[in-house]
């Protein structure tokens, strides 16, 4: 007899008994228990997390806060903006002599209804990109508008406006200046003096 047939004979009066398969389930039935507890606390730790750093992110500053670039005075500028969920900006941005010069606004605006509402950060932008103009010590009056840097001081007529057709990226914006009293802009034409300030 070979070493194999003895070791057949030997272990074919061996049975498994019932419980055994059982046993298994119970063992495949934990593991697998186990691995859920994991997943599940696994998650928990996701959801402290993100949700834990937002809270302290919103309540840290109070308002969405990133750098941008934006044209002041003609020369591109970087910038930390800071936009509150009320409508307004505040932003921060060291001018041509190193100075740090705060700059805020904001405001609502009126809906059909007549509701108010803050203002989008869109239309912040849209305030913060508006076209400039600055009355210097010397007399001499300037447009800003993105790069540009314009010249208007003897765009003046005898009432004291000037019209300049401003163009940025193939649009255009019409603005109505009158000397030290305001501006106005449009897409579509010159705006009549008399219908502002």
């Known amino acids: 007899m070979t070493n194999k047939e003895k070791y057949k004979q030997a272990f074919s009066v061996l049975h498994t008994s019932d419980n ?12 697998r228990k186990q ?14 997390l993100v949700g834990g750093t937002g809270t302290v992110y919103a309540a ?3 308002g969405i806060q990133r750098t941008i670039q934006l044209w002041i005075h ?8 800071e936009v509150d969920s009320d409508g307004t900006y505040n932003m921060l941005y060291q001018d041509e002599n190193g100075n740090t010069v705060e700059r805020g606004g904001g405001g609502v605006a ?6 108010e509402r803050p203002l989008t950060e869109e239309e912040l932008m849209e305030d913060i990109n508006a076209p400039d103009v600055e009355y210097k010590d010397d007399g001499s009056v300037w447009v800003y508008y993105y790069d540009q840097k314009i010249e208007i001081t003897d765009k003046f007529d005898e009432s004291g406006v000037c019209y300049v057709k401003l163009s940025n990226n ?8 009158k000397y030290q009293n305001g501006l106005a802009t449009s897409p579509n034409c010159y705006v009549n003096p008399k219908e502002f300030n």
């Open 20 to 31: 055994f398969s059982l046993e298994v389930e119970k063992m495949t039935l934990l593991k």
């Open 74 to 81: 003609g020369d591109q500028t970087d910038a930390v903006l």
């Open 60 to 62: 840290n500053i109070g």
């Open 170 to 177: 193939g649009e255009i914006l019409y603005m109505t200046v």
């Open 110 to 115: 009126i809906e059909a209804d007549g509701s």
């Open 35 to 48: 691995k859920m507890n994991i997943a599940v606390a696994a998650a928990a730790i996701c959801v402290l």
